[in-house]
């Protein structure tokens, strides 16, 4: 028999399943069985035996009757599979195993039908007091057209559906089916603040025109200033406004008599750079010297010595006219003014 065959037979198993009165372990197949005290036995064990109570074993299938009641596993609940358990002990065991987790199942969907069924019931209940509250607004409305001013007049004793104002956004939300028609409730508009003119007559006009009049004459009678007279020119005095620093006169000499005693020649300062790197001091001072009368370089640490040159010149205030020119300086050079650091005195405790 394979195995699919004994699953089924097992499954349609309703009693307890026999055990052998040898080896005391359970029988699935055929047995030998006693005719009096009705004990089964395994075949082998059955030939082992031969008798139970004087009276030789009859070969039967045990469970072959069969009750309309639900497939009881009793005996196998509480068995444990061990070595010498059969495969259809094993089998056994996994289809009780299923089968309660069928059960649960079937409980857990019992339980969500349960509370579906509730949930509807609510939602039934609510659909209900919503129809009748429409109603009952449908109703209050109709009366506050007919009444007039009922929207502005309410009673101390009126229900709290009586007291629901039209214009609030509750009753302006509510909408309901009418005779097969949706009524709607319109929000009604703001009354705008109409301005109040006050008449006057014609007396009460003159008699303000007649106070405004003689109010301007005591003005003018009273209230001007008096008159001054213009001062004389002889009086006027003129103020200048007073220098902060006075200047002083520079006075330079030209008497040049005395070689000795003569003073030296100023000289402005350029900042000479993009030459080359190999240019030197000589090279650059005797360039100037057809250009300029005298002429005073000095080398700068450029900041990438490698790539380009810088130099200071001095050159004769006298002739910073001819250092304007750009034919007095070599091509592609760049000049500027240089321009002296202020250096910080050290001070001295």
């Given at each position: 028999?394979?195995?699919?065959?004994?699953?089924?037979?097992?499954?349609?198993?309703?009693?307890?399943?026999?055990?052998?009165?040898?080896?005391?372990?359970?029988?699935?197949?055929?047995?030998?069985?006693?005719?009096?005290?009705?004990?089964?036995?395994?075949?082998?064990?059955?030939?082992?035996?031969?008798?139970?109570?004087?009276?030789?074993?009859?070969?039967?299938?045990?469970?072959?009757?069969?009750?309309?009641?639900?497939?009881?596993?009793?005996?196998?609940?509480?068995?444990?599979?061990?070595?010498?358990?059969?495969?259809?002990?094993?089998?056994l065991?996994?289809?009780y195993?299923?089968?309660?987790?069928?059960?649960?199942?079937?409980?857990?969907?019992?339980?969500?039908?349960?509370?579906?069924?509730?949930?509807?019931?609510?939602?039934?209940?609510?659909?209900?007091?919503?129809?009748?509250?429409?109603?009952e607004?449908?109703?209050?409305?109709?009366?506050?057209?007919?009444?007039?001013?009922?929207?502005?007049?309410?009673?101390?004793?009126?229900?709290?559906?009586?007291?629901?104002?039209?214009?609030s956004?509750?009753?302006?939300?509510?909408?309901?089916?009418?005779?097969?028609?949706?009524?709607?409730?319109?929000?009604?508009?703001?009354?705008?603040?109409?301005?109040?003119?006050?008449?006057?007559?014609?007396?009460?006009?003159n008699?303000?025109?007649?106070?405004?009049?003689?109010?301007?004459?005591?003005?003018?009678?009273?209230?001007?200033?008096?008159?001054?007279?213009?001062?004389?020119?002889s009086?006027?005095?003129?103020?200048?406004?007073?220098?902060?620093?006075?200047?002083?006169?520079?006075?330079?000499?030209?008497?040049?008599?005395?070689?000795?005693?003569?003073?030296?020649?100023?000289?402005?300062?350029?900042?000479?750079?993009?030459?080359?790197?190999?240019?030197?001091?000589?090279?650059?001072?005797n360039?100037?010297?057809?250009?300029?009368?005298?002429?005073?370089?000095?080398?700068?640490?450029?900041r990438y010595?490698?790539?380009?040159?810088?130099?200071?010149?001095?050159?004769?205030?006298?002739?910073?006219?001819?250092?304007?020119?750009?034919?007095?300086?070599?091509?592609?050079?760049?000049?500027?003014?240089?321009?002296?650091?202020?250096?910080?005195?050290?001070?001295?405790?």
């Amino acid at each position: 028999m394979s195995a699919s065959k004994q699953i089924d037979t097992i499954s349609s198993l309703q009693v307890d399943i026999p055990q052998c009165g040898l080896c005391r372990k359970s029988i699935v197949k055929k047995c030998a069985k006693c005719q009096h005290c009705l004990k089964s036995f395994h075949p082998g064990c059955g030939l082992k035996v031969k008798k139970c109570c004087d009276i030789e074993l009859s070969m039967s299938v045990p469970n072959e009757e069969t009750t309309g009641s639900s497939p009881t596993m009793v005996s196998l609940t509480h068995r444990i599979i061990n070595k010498e358990s059969t495969q259809v002990d094993l089998l056994l065991k996994i289809i009780y195993e299923l089968e309660s987790k069928n059960n649960i199942l079937v409980e857990n969907n019992s339980l969500l039908r349960s509370k579906i069924v509730s949930l509807e019931d609510q939602i039934k209940g609510k659909g209900h007091i919503m129809k009748q509250l429409d109603k009952e607004l449908v109703t209050i409305v109709d009366d506050e057209k007919l009444i007039p001013g009922a929207d502005t007049q309410r009673n101390s004793g009126d229900s709290p559906m009586s007291t629901l104002s039209v214009c609030s956004p509750e009753a302006h939300r509510q909408t309901s089916l009418v005779k097969g028609k949706v009524s709607t409730i319109d929000l009604p508009k703001k009354n705008k603040k109409q301005k109040s003119f006050k008449k006057f007559t014609l007396a009460e006009v003159n008699q303000a025109v007649e106070s405004a009049q003689k109010a301007g004459n005591l003005n003018e009678n009273n209230g001007s200033p008096p008159k001054l007279d213009k001062p004389l020119d002889s009086e006027w005095k003129i103020v200048r406004k007073k220098s902060s620093k006075p200047r002083k006169t520079l006075v330079v000499g030209t008497d040049s008599g005395a070689a000795d005693v003569e003073g030296l020649d100023k000289f402005k300062a350029f900042h000479v750079s993009n030459l080359k790197p190999e240019t030197n001091v000589e090279s650059l001072q005797n360039f100037l010297k057809n250009k300029f009368s005298k002429v005073k370089c000095e080398k700068l640490t450029s900041r990438y010595p490698d790539s380009y040159a810088s130099y200071k010149v001095l050159i004769p205030s006298s002739e910073y006219s001819k250092a304007l020119d750009t034919s007095s300086w070599p091509n592609k050079v760049t000049v500027n003014h240089f321009f002296h650091k202020k250096t910080k005195l050290n001070r001295v405790d």
